[in-house]
C-alpha cells in the first residue's frame, strides 16, 4: 500500500489497491501511462488538448472529466464500456447510475488532483475490494493552464498475474516481501543494477523530474514502508550535474524514504564528494567531509558505503553512522597480476600522502607474486591550485612502474609521475585509481608515456573518451565487492528482525 492509501483511509476502504507508481498490468494502461510521462515532460501536467490529440481516452474503456461545481465532474468523453461500467448515459459522474463506483471514482479523481500525480486503483466491476479491475487516473490541464481535469482507462486486471500470484509458495512470496529495495539514482543506474544483482535483488523504480526553475524531485514508484532501503548514487561532477546537484538529489530522496516510511536507508556512494577536504590546512579552512557526514546524519542515512576514500581514517571519524570503506586492491590485484605477468615490479605512489596505500598494493603483490616488489614516492606539494615537487625517491629502473592513486582528476599528478618513473628508466608505466574523473579528458596524463590507465566502474567514463583511449584504459567492475562489503557488514541480515 502506498502513501496515497496510507494517507487517506476512506480511499484505502473504497479500493483493494492504491498505488502511485502506476504500474499497470494492463498492456494499454501501460502505454496510456507511459504517453502521459512523455507529454508531461517537465510541466505539471498535460493539456487535455494533447492528450486528445494523443488519443488517450479513445479505446472502449477511456473517460475523461473535468471537475464542477459541488465536487462533482462534467463528463468530457466515456467509451461505450466505460459508460457500461458506469451504468449507462449520464452528464455529470454524480449521476452516473452506478452510484457506488461513481462515488469512488469522484473520491479518487479529488485525490489524484490533489496530488497532481497519476494513481492505479484497484477494485471489482461494482466497486469493492476484490481486485480484478484496474483503473489508471491521469491528471490533466484544461484553458488557464489548471490542474482541473482527469484522463484515464479501465481495463480488467490480468488473470494470468493473479494465478501466478495466487500459486506462488508463502515462503517466496515473504521472500520478496523481505528484500531491500534497491534504488540508483541518474547516471549511477548501470552501477546501481550490478549491485541490485549481486545481492540478488531487482533494481526498484523510481521518478526523478526537473521542473523548469531547475528544482527538482524524486521519489520511489513502489511502496516502502517497513522496508529497508539501499540507495546507490555515485557523487561526482559529469556533463549535465555538479557534485552539489547530485548530492542534494540523493539528500532529498533520502528524505522521501524516510516520510514514506522506510524502515532503514542506507547509502552506496561509490563516489563520495568533498572526501578530499578531510582537514584544515589553512587558517579557517572548511573540513568538508565532516559537513557531508552531518547533512547524511540529519536526513536519518542508517549507513554509508564508499569506494576507496581519499583518506579512510578521516571518513570513519566524520560519520558517525556505520560505515563501508570498500577497498580496490582485490579488483587490482588480478588485473595487476595479468597486465605485467613475469616482469619485476614497484610500486610507485605520485605523492606522499598516498604512501600507505600504495605500500598496501606492493604487500599484496609480493603476497600473490612470492617476489620482491620496490616501491617508490613523487614529492608533490600543492597550493592555490598550483602543483610542485621534483624529488623522486626508489627504484624503477627495468621495471613495470606501478603508479596507484585514489583517483585521477586532471592526470596532472599521474602524468608528472610517468615522466619521472621514464626518466629513471622504467621499462614500462601503468597507472591505476579508484575513481577515473577524467576532468577535461586528463589530456596531461593520455599524452605522457604512461603503456595502460586502469580505473574501476565507481564514476562512469565518457562515450567520448572511451573512444578516444579505448586502447590504453581499462575498466575494472567493483560492484561485485560492493555489494559483498554491504553483504558482510549486515545490511542484508536485518531484514527479517
Same mark, same amino acid.
Given at each position: 500500500?502506498?502513501?496515497?492509501? @496510507?494517507? !487517506?483511509?476512506? $480511499?484505502?476502504?473504497?479500493?483493494?489497491? *492504491?498505488?502511485? &507508481?502506476? #504500474?499497470? %498490468?494492463?498492456? /494499454?494502461?501501460?502505454?496510456?501511462?507511459?504517453?502521459?510521462?512523455?507529454?508531461?515532460?517537465?510541466?505539471?501536467?498535460?493539456?487535455?488538448?494533447?492528450?486528445?490529440?494523443?488519443?488517450?481516452?479513445?479505446?472502449?474503456?477511456?473517460?475523461?472529466?473535468?471537475?464542477?461545481?459541488?465536487?462533482?465532474?462534467?463528463?468530457?468523453?466515456?467509451?461505450?464500456?466505460?459508460?457500461?461500467?458506469?451504468?449507462?448515459?449520464?452528464?455529470?459522474?454524480?449521476?452516473?447510475?452506478?452510484?457506488?463506483?461513481?462515488?469512488?471514482?469522484?473520491? @479518487?479523481? !479529488?485525490?489524484? $488532483?490533489?496530488?497532481?500525480?497519476?494513481? *492505479?486503483?484497484? &477494485?471489482d #466491476?461494482a %466497486?469493492?475490494? /476484490?481486485?480484478?479491475?484496474?483503473?489508471?487516473?491521469?491528471?490533466?490541464?484544461?484553458?488557464?493552464?489548471?490542474?482541473?481535469?482527469?484522463?484515464?482507462?479501465?481495463?480488467?486486471?490480468?488473470?494470468?498475474?493473479?494465478?501466478?500470484?495466487?500459486?506462488?509458495?508463502?515462503?517466496?512470496?515473504?521472500?520478496?516481501?523481505?528484500?531491500?529495495?534497491?534504488?540508483?539514482?541518474?547516471?549511477?543506474?548501470?552501477?546501481?543494477?550490478?549491485?541490485?544483482?549481486?545481492?540478488?535483488?531487482?533494481?526498484?523504480?523510481h521518478?526523478?523530474?526537473?521542473?523548469?526553475?531547475?528544482?527538482?524531485?524524486?521519489?520511489?514508484?513502489?511502496?516502502?514502508?517497513? #522496508?529497508?532501503?539501499?540507495?546507490?548514487?555515485?557523487?561526482?561532477?559529469?556533463?549535465?550535474?555538479?557534485?552539489?546537484?547530485?548530492?542534494?538529489?540523493l539528500?532529498?530522496?533520502?528524505?522521501?524514504?524516510?516520510?514514506?516510511?522506510?524502515?532503514r536507508?542506507?547509502?552506496?556512494?561509490?563516489?563520495?564528494?568533498?572526501?578530499?577536504?578531510?582537514?584544515?590546512?589553512?587558517?579557517?579552512d572548511?573540513?568538508?567531509?565532516?559537513?557531508?557526514?552531518?547533512?547524511?546524519?540529519?536526513?536519518?542515512?542508517?549507513?554509508?558505503?564508499?569506494?576507496?576514500?581519499?583518506?579512510?581514517?578521516?571518513?570513519?571519524?566524520?560519520?558517525?553512522?556505520?560505515?563501508v570503506?570498500?577497498?580496490?586492491?582485490?579488483?587490482?590485484?588480478?588485473?595487476?597480476?595479468?597486465?605485467?605477468?613475469?616482469?619485476?615490479?614497484?610500486?610507485v605512489?605520485?605523492?606522499?600522502?598516498?604512501?600507505?596505500?600504495?605500500?598496501?598494493?606492493?604487500?599484496?603483490?609480493?603476497?600473490?607474486?612470492?617476489?620482491?616488489?620496490?616501491?617508490?614516492?613523487?614529492?608533490?606539494?600543492?597550493?592555490?591550485?598550483?602543483?610542485w615537487?621534483?624529488?623522486?625517491?626508489?627504484?624503477?629502473?627495468?621495471?613495470?612502474?606501478?603508479?596507484?592513486?585514489?583517483?585521477?582528476?586532471?592526470?596532472?599528478?599521474?602524468?608528472?609521475?610517468?615522466?619521472?618513473?621514464?626518466?629513471?628508466?622504467?621499462a614500462?608505466?601503468?597507472?591505476?585509481?579508484?575513481?577515473?574523473?577524467?576532468?577535461?579528458?586528463?589530456?596531461?596524463?593520455?599524452?605522457?608515456d604512461?603503456?595502460?590507465?586502469?580505473?574501476?566502474?565507481?564514476?562512469?567514463?565518457?562515450?567520448?573518451?572511451?573512444?578516444?583511449?579505448?586502447?590504453?584504459?581499462?575498466?575494472?567492475?567493483?560492484?561485485?565487492?560492493v555489494?559483498?562489503?554491504?553483504?558482510?557488514a549486515?545490511?542484508?541480515?536485518?531484514?527479517?528482525?
Amino acid at each position: 500500500m502506498t502513501s496515497l492509501a @496510507l494517507g !487517506d483511509p476512506p $480511499l484505502r476502504r473504497l479500493f483493494g489497491e *492504491l498505488d502511485y &507508481a502506476a #504500474r499497470a %498490468g494492463s498492456e /494499454r494502461l501501460r502505454q496510456m501511462s507511459e504517453s502521459w510521462t512523455a507529454l508531461r515532460g517537465a510541466s505539471l501536467a498535460p493539456s487535455w488538448e494533447d492528450a486528445q490529440r494523443a488519443g488517450f481516452p479513445a479505446f472502449p474503456w477511456g473517460f475523461a472529466f473535468r471537475a464542477a461545481a459541488g465536487r462533482d465532474y462534467d463528463r468530457l468523453h466515456a467509451g461505450p464500456q466505460a459508460e457500461q461500467l458506469l451504468g449507462g448515459s449520464f452528464a455529470k459522474l454524480g449521476s452516473a447510475p452506478n452510484r457506488r463506483m461513481s462515488v469512488r471514482l469522484r473520491r @479518487l479523481f !479529488d485525490a489524484v $488532483l490533489a496530488a497532481g500525480e497519476p494513481v *492505479l486503483a484497484r &477494485a471489482d #466491476r461494482a %466497486g469493492t475490494k /476484490r481486485e480484478d479491475l484496474e483503473i489508471l487516473v491521469l491528471p490533466v490541464s484544461t484553458a488557464g493552464g489548471a490542474v482541473d481535469a482527469v484522463v484515464g482507462g479501465f481495463a480488467p486486471e490480468p488473470r494470468s498475474q493473479a494465478a501466478a500470484g495466487a500459486r506462488r509458495p508463502a515462503a517466496l512470496r515473504q521472500a520478496r516481501d523481505d528484500a531491500p529495495l534497491v534504488f540508483a539514482l541518474g547516471a549511477s543506474h548501470d552501477f546501481g543494477l550490478a549491485v541490485a544483482h549481486a545481492l540478488g535483488c531487482e533494481l526498484s523504480e523510481h521518478e526523478e523530474r526537473v521542473f523548469e526553475d531547475g528544482e527538482h524531485k524524486a521519489r520511489p514508484l513502489r511502496p516502502v514502508q517497513g #522496508r529497508c532501503a539501499i540507495v546507490v548514487h555515485s557523487l561526482h561532477a559529469d556533463e549535465t550535474q555538479s557534485a552539489n546537484d547530485k548530492l542534494c538529489r540523493l539528500l532529498f530522496f533520502i528524505g522521501a524514504l524516510k516520510d514514506s516510511g522506510v524502515r532503514r536507508a542506507r547509502v552506496i556512494a561509490p563516489y563520495l564528494c568533498y572526501a578530499r577536504k578531510d582537514r584544515r590546512t589553512k587558517p579557517n579552512d572548511p573540513v568538508s567531509t565532516r559537513y557531508v557526514a552531518q547533512l547524511f546524519e540529519a536526513m536519518g542515512v542508517d549507513g554509508v558505503s564508499t569506494v576507496e576514500v581519499h583518506n579512510p581514517a578521516a571518513f570513519e571519524n566524520a560519520f558517525r553512522v556505520p560505515k563501508v570503506h570498500v577497498g580496490v586492491h582485490e579488483v587490482m590485484l588480478p588485473y595487476l597480476l595479468k597486465a605485467a605477468r613475469g616482469e619485476r615490479l614497484a610500486v610507485v605512489s605520485p605523492d606522499t600522502g598516498g604512501m600507505k596505500r600504495a605500500e598496501a598494493l606492493r604487500l599484496a603483490l609480493e603476497e600473490a607474486t612470492g617476489e620482491a616488489i620496490s616501491k617508490a614516492f613523487m614529492e608533490k606539494q600543492r597550493s592555490q591550485g598550483e602543483v610542485w615537487g621534483d624529488l623522486f625517491a626508489g627504484d624503477v629502473a627495468g621495471r613495470t612502474a606501478v603508479i596507484v592513486d585514489d583517483l585521477i582528476s586532471t592526470g596532472g599528478s599521474m602524468a608528472r609521475t610517468v615522466a619521472e618513473c621514464r626518466k629513471r628508466g622504467a621499462a614500462r608505466v601503468l597507472c591505476v585509481a579508484a575513481h577515473g574523473l577524467f576532468i577535461g579528458g586528463a589530456s596531461a596524463l593520455f599524452a605522457s608515456d604512461a603503456d595502460r590507465v586502469a580505473v574501476t566502474n565507481s564514476v562512469p567514463l565518457t562515450a567520448d573518451l572511451m573512444a578516444r583511449h579505448t586502447d590504453r584504459i581499462d575498466v575494472l567492475d567493483v560492484s561485485g565487492a560492493v555489494a559483498t562489503a554491504a553483504r558482510e557488514a549486515g545490511w542484508l541480515s536485518d531484514l527479517n528482525h
